[in-house]
C-alpha cells in the first residue's frame, strides 16, 4: 500500500528559513510532487523531483533520497504569505498519485 | 484564462437529495480526476477519467459517480447525499498520466444536514 508521513503544523519565523519533511512507502516511485494550498483555496503546484537531489526554484528548494523514501521542502526567507499548508504527494508506477495529509506552516512577525 | 472551473462554489443539501458537481476544463487535458478534502486526512481520490469514454473508481468511489462524455467535462453525482458526504471537493486535471502535476479547480464546499 501507499503511505506518505508529514509533520501536522509548523512554525516560523519571518526572515527564517524552514524545512518540512516527507517520508513515502509506495509501490513503485515515479516522481514527487510538492503543493502549496492556502486556506480555502485550492492547491497550487511548487515542484516536482524524480532524481535524487536538490531542485532550486527561486526561495523554494526540493531534496529528493529514493532510497531513503524522503523529501523536504526548503522555504528560505519566508514572508508572511509563505503561511498555508504544504502537501506532499507522491505517484506510484501506475502514476497514481498519493496524498499526505498536508503540513499547516504558521509563520509570526 | 486557461483552466478549471467547478460549479457551485458551495453548497447546503438535505439528506437523501441527488446532486451534480460540474467540473470543465479549457486545456484539452486527457486525465481528469475527483477529490475530496477532509480535515487531517489529506486529498482522497474519488473517481478518475483517464481519457474521455472511459472511468475507474479512485480510493473512496461509494455514493459517487462520474461521467467523461467529452474531452472537458467531468461531472460527478451523488444519487443520495449523506452527511459523511460533507466535504471539499476538488476537480483536477493533467496533461498525460499525471507525472507533470495537476492542475486544480477552487473547489466546491459541500454540506449535506
Known amino acids: 500500500g501507499q503511505n506518505i508521513d508529514q509533520p501536522t503544523e509548523m512554525t516560523a519565523t519571518e526572515g527564517a528559513i524552514v524545512q518540512i519533511n516527507c517520508t513515502y512507502q509506495t509501490s513503485g516511485f515515479n516522481g514527487l510532487f510538492w503543493y502549496q494550498q492556502h486556506a480555502g483555496e485550492a492547491p497550487t503546484f511548487l515542484s516536482y523531483?524524480?532524481l535524487d537531489g536538490l531542485e532550486e526554484k527561486g526561495r523554494f528548494s526540493s531534496f529528493l533520497s529514493r532510497s531513503k523514501g524522503y523529501s523536504y521542502l526548503l522555504l528560505k526567507e519566508l514572508q508572511m504569505k509563505d503561511s498555508a499548508s504544504y502537501l506532499c504527494a507522491v505517484t506510484d508506477s501506475n502514476y497514481q498519485l498519493t496524498w499526505g495529509a498536508g503540513t499547516k506552516l504558521i509563520i509570526k512577525p | 484564462i486557461a483552466g478549471i472551473t467547478q460549479a457551485p462554489t458551495s453548497q447546503i443539501l438535505a439528506a437523501g437529495r441527488r446532486m451534480t458537481l460540474r467540473c470543465t476544463q479549457d486545456?484539452?487535458?486527457?486525465?481528469m480526476y475527483w477529490y475530496r478534502q477532509d480535515l487531517g486526512l489529506g486529498l482522497r481520490l474519488i473517481h478518475y477519467s483517464n481519457t474521455a469514454g472511459t472511468t475507474g473508481k479512485g480510493e473512496v468511489p461509494d455514493g459517487y459517480s462520474v461521467s467523461r462524455a467529452n474531452t472537458d467535462d467531468f461531472p460527478l453525482t451523488l444519487a443520495s447525499a449523506v452527511p459523511s458526504q460533507t466535504s471539499v471537493y476538488f476537480c483536477a486535471s493533467s496533461e498525460g498520466a499525471g507525472q507533470y502535476g495537476y492542475t486544480f479547480g477552487s473547489g466546491t464546499r459541500l454540506t449535506v444536514v
Open positions: 486545456m484539452r487535458h486527457n486525465a
Open positions: 523531483n524524480v
